[in-house]
């Protein structure tokens, strides 16, 4: 039997940081296999993931729990059978809903040890209010109250309050008796998606739901929530300082960036992190793409234009597919 956690949560709360430090940690002896599926038309995650897993399969462009039902079924199966993996991750895209991809690994006779809703800590006032995140933990069984390093005892009890109150309220049900789908729920706090191992050691594992969950609807959070992404490209002879000021002037409804640019003062490609006004940066291996940021916000088109207009290092693609 193949075992499974789905990882969900808001856009940059550390889902991906998880599975790099705790995930690796955990199980550095099991065959894993990850699965990600990202905001956005381009995949970094994956990029960072691969340094990490031998198996990871990025399904970009949509969102599994909405569009790509099929695509990620049939990506689990491929993986399935060429790898062989004894353990699955799936971090969803932090604009999708965690039970749809329950059902689904469910579907394939894949167990689904606990679905996990990483929150963050300092940033959650921020993005409390967007319904798919408070389906999100409605969803879940497992809350990593993530980035604790950030927040003192009183924000970090504040939040999980909060959290415990959501999760009353949008706990997911059997429409046909109105009772919770999942019974129990836990919180357990984390830095750097450090998380204490018994998560993943099946303590919490989910009963059989299978039975309730056709009777699930799925709540049609693509329209409510206006999260729109871009991608802008990076002139080659561009410096940190200049990715830096970038950074530093992003408008506040931008609030995710991610992306890998290369500066003539590095010499490794940089993987960009910028969560709500928080950045990081780490270097890369092996990179030979083109230098791009991936911008995700509520008023993206208008702007990534005044960006543009701003800072000369940065131009749009000259084409764009439409979907
Ligand atoms: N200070 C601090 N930063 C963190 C922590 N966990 C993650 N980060 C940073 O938060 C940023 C986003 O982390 P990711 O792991 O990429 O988040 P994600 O949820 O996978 O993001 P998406 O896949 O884009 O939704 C990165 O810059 C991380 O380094 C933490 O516990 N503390
Ligand atoms: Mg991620």
């Known amino acids: 039997m193949i075992s499974s956690f789905v990882i969900t949560g808001f856009l940059g709360v550390g889902k991906t940081t998880m599975l790099t430090n705790s995930v690796q940690h955990y199980f550095p002896d099991k065959k894993i296999a ?10 970094i995650d994956s990029k ?21 039902s099929e695509e990620f079924e049939k990506g689990v199966t491929e993986i399935i059978a060429n790898y062989n993996p004894e353990l699955i991750f799936v971090e969803t895209s932090g604009a999708s809903e965690p039970f749809p991809i329950y059902m689904s690994l469910q ?3 894949v167990t689904v040890e606990g679905v996990i809703c990483v929150v963050d800590a300092k940033h959650f006032s921020a993005y409390k209010e967007n319904s798919t995140a408070k389906y999100q933990l409605g969803g879940s069984n497992i809350i990593v109250l993530n ?21 009353d309220k949008y706990n997911i049900k059997n429409t046909m008796t109105g009772k919770p789908i999942f019974n129990h729920y836990v919180i357990h706090r ?27 609807s799925h709540h049609d959070h693509t329209s409510k929530d206006s999260l729109g992404q871009k991608v802008v490209y990076l002139k080659n002879d561009s410096y940190f300082a200049d990715v830096d ?53 509520e008023n993206i088109e208008a702007d990534v234009q005044e960006l543009c207009r701003k800072f000369e290092i940065l131009s749009l693609p000259r084409f764009t597919l439409k979907s």
């Open 34 to 43: 990850v699965i990600v599926n990202e905001f956005g038309d381009i995949g």
């Open 48 to 68: 960072i993931l691969t340094n990490v897993y031998s198996e990871v399969l990025e399904i970009s462009e949509g969102c599994i729990c909405c569009q790509l």
């Open 107 to 109: 579907n394939l006779g």
């Open 147 to 167: 980035k604790t390093d950030l927040v003192d005892e009183t924000e970090a009890l504040a939040v999980e309050n909060e959290i415990r109150e959501i999760k």
């Open 190 to 216: 984390a830095q750097h998606g450090l998380v204490n191992k018994e998560v993943f050691e099946g303590v919490y594992r989910l009963e059989e739901v299978l039975k309730f969950a056709e009777d699930f």
């Open 245 to 297: 000021a970038v950074l530093q002037n992003m408008p506040l409804s931008i609030y995710r960036v991610k992306g890998v640019v290369k500066v003539k003062d590095v010499p490794q490609a940089i993987v960009v992190n910028y969560a709500f006004g928080d950045v990081t940066f780490e270097e890369l291996d092996v990179y030979e793409g083109k230098s791009l940021l991936i911008l995700i916000g």
